[in-house]
Antibody, heavy 119, light 110 residues
Framework: QLQLQESAPGLVKTSETLSLTCTVS??????????WGWIRQTPGKGLEWIGN???????YYNPSLRSRVTLSMDTSKNQFFLNLRSVTASDTATYYC???????????WGQGALVTVSS | QSMLTQPPSVSAAPGQKVTISCSGS????????VSWYQQLPGTAPKLLIY???KRPSGISDRFSASKSGSSATLAITGLQTGDEAEYYC???????????FGGGTKLTVL
């Protein structure tokens, strides 16, 4: 049973960098078959795709966030990461990590991590 | 403003059928598979439908979906109070070169 678990600081100061880790268990991230993605959801709002990363090094980013986002992986730890720079209050959200299939769909999700940006 | 348009809310009585629409464009739904997600209150989204109309293992056959052109529809039959949730459609978009989701539809079972 694949499981994904986000870890995040909870509170980040305005203009700093938000860093999240997704730890995957029950499967390996160094597989050609899947991408690994991040999605966020602002309070009371819908889902926003942030980006996907593949163990080959390929990454895809939402154009609205591309200038501030970096996705990466550590296959030795079976983890992948999100760094979001220069955050503002509008980046306050629940951040989900998920596995993306080729079709594409997100077939496994973490439980989510609420991150609040405040000065 | 989402690239995929869903009605904000739908409602129906227990036992009835409800449909949720998802309207897109040729750059997204028109050229890619659609997936649907169910988000129960306080939980993460869960994959309900993939490849337009396929159910993952463990998903009830009360949930079905279809796609036509640049639009997709999710149908839920035999409504139960436990189906009350937010439902999202999702796909890929070539102009964005990324994933897109609908704005979500809140289902109320009266």
């Amino acid at each position: 049973q694949l499981q994904l678990q986000e870890s995040a600081p909870g509170l980040v100061k305005t203009s700093e960098t938000l860093s999240l880790t997704c730890t995957v268990s029950g499967g390996f991230i160094n597989t050609r078959s899947y991408f690994w993605g991040w999605i966020r959801q602002t309070p009371g709002k819908g889902l926003e795709w942030i980006g996907n990363v593949h163990f080959s090094g390929n990454t895809y980013y939402n154009p609205s966030l591309r200038s501030r986002v970096t996705l990466s992986m550590d296959t030795s730890k079976n983890q992948f990461f999100l760094n979001l720079r220069s955050v503002t209050a509008s980046d306050t959200a629940t951040y989900y990590c998920a596995r993306r299939t080729s079709e594409p769909s997100f077939d496994s999700w973490g439980q989510g991590a609420l991150v609040t940006v405040s000065s | 403003q989402s690239m995929l348009t869903q009605p904000p809310s739908v409602s129906a009585a227990p036992g009835q059928k409800v449909t949720i629409s998802c309207s897109g464009s040729p750059s997204n739904i028109g050229n890619f598979y659609v997936s649907w997600y169910q988000q129960l209150p306080g939980t993460a989204p869960k994959l309900l439908i993939y490849d337009n109309d396929k159910r993952p293992s463990g998903i009830s056959d009360r949930f079905s979906a279809s796609k036509s052109g640049s639009s997709a529809t999710l149908a839920i039959t035999g409504l139960q109070t436990g189906d009350e949730a937010e439902y999202y459609c999702g796909t890929w978009d070539t102009s964005l070169n990324g994933g897109v989701f609908g704005g979500g539809t809140k289902l109320t079972v009266l």
